[in-house]
T-cell receptor, first 113, second 113 residues
Framework: QKEVEQNSGPLSVPEGAIASLNCTYS??????FFWYRQYSGKSPELIMS????GDKEDGRFTAQLNKASQYVSLLIRDSQPSDSATYLC?????????????FGQGTTLQVKP | ETGVTQTPRHLVMGMTNKKSLKCEQH?????MYWYKQSAKKPLELMFV???????ENNSVPSRFSPECPNSSHLFLHLHTLQPEDSALYLC????????????FGPGTRLTVL
């Protein structure tokens, strides 16, 4: 089992719709969770971090964490073509005291005008 | 700009060459990281430095040699690389604390001929 799993996609949504990106992780002791956005040819950009169960909202982005189900998701409301990118889920495993992050392979999002 | 810079941005080298990648962070962070990103694969953590001490080495071949002279600078020395080492090499930094938000530099696109 992969440590951090994401559906590689592509996930295609129409402009203005809600995009839902999902991620599961295997280490039950994981403490912190991150979503990065990566445009083609660019480096990952941190867009959301979440540390406790529940929802965290920042503008059009909402991160949701459910530690019991080992599941973290990212919702993008009012999706725009500029949101088209690969979204990487990253987890700081509980077994680590070095600050390492384990990344999923990413989900490619396509927002169609 | 994330406050993390990398040079060079592109590098082409032969298998017998020796080259170095440089990373500098202007964020006052204590931890620095090297990642490798190959096509169709998740980001792979290579090395972690915390307060200038290497705290993690993810079974990276010895042809990759990191150096962290101070908390703001990180190098990756390369020698006798293989074509399969061609990838995007990313540097990141963080406070190294519980929240551990990592910020990435723009990366070095390495091609080994």
């Amino acid at each position: 089992q992969k440590e951090v799993e994401q559906n590689s996609g592509p996930l295609s949504v129409p402009e203005g719709a809600i995009a839902s990106l999902n991620c599961t992780y295997s280490d039950r002791g994981s403490q912190s969770f991150f979503w990065y956005r990566q445009y083609s040819g660019k480096s990952p950009e941190l867009i959301m971090s979440i540390y406790s169960n529940g929802d965290k909202e920042d503008g059009r982005f909402t991160a949701q964490l459910n530690k019991a189900s080992q599941y973290v998701s990212l919702l993008i409301r009012d999706s725009q073509p500029s949101d088209s990118a690969t979204y990487l889920c990253a987890v700081n495993p509980g077994s680590s005291n070095t600050g390492k992050l384990i990344f999923g392979q990413g989900t490619t999002l396509q927002v169609k005008p | 700009e994330t406050g993390v810079t990398q040079t060079p941005r592109h590098l082409v080298m032969g298998m017998t060459n020796k080259k170095s990648l440089k990373c500098e962070q202007h964020l006052g962070h204590n931890a620095m990281y090297w990642y490798k990103q190959s096509a169709k694969k998740p980001l792979e953590l290579m090395f972690v430095y915390s307060l200038e001490e290497r705290v993690e080495n993810n079974s990276v071949p010895s042809r990759f040699s990191p150096e962290c002279p101070n908390s703001s600078h990180l190098f990756l020395h390369l020698h006798t690389l293989q074509p399969e080492d061609s990838a995007l090499y990313l540097c990141a930094s963080s406070h190294g604390d519980y929240y551990n938000e990592q910020f990435f530099g723009p990366g070095t696109r390495l091609t080994v001929l």
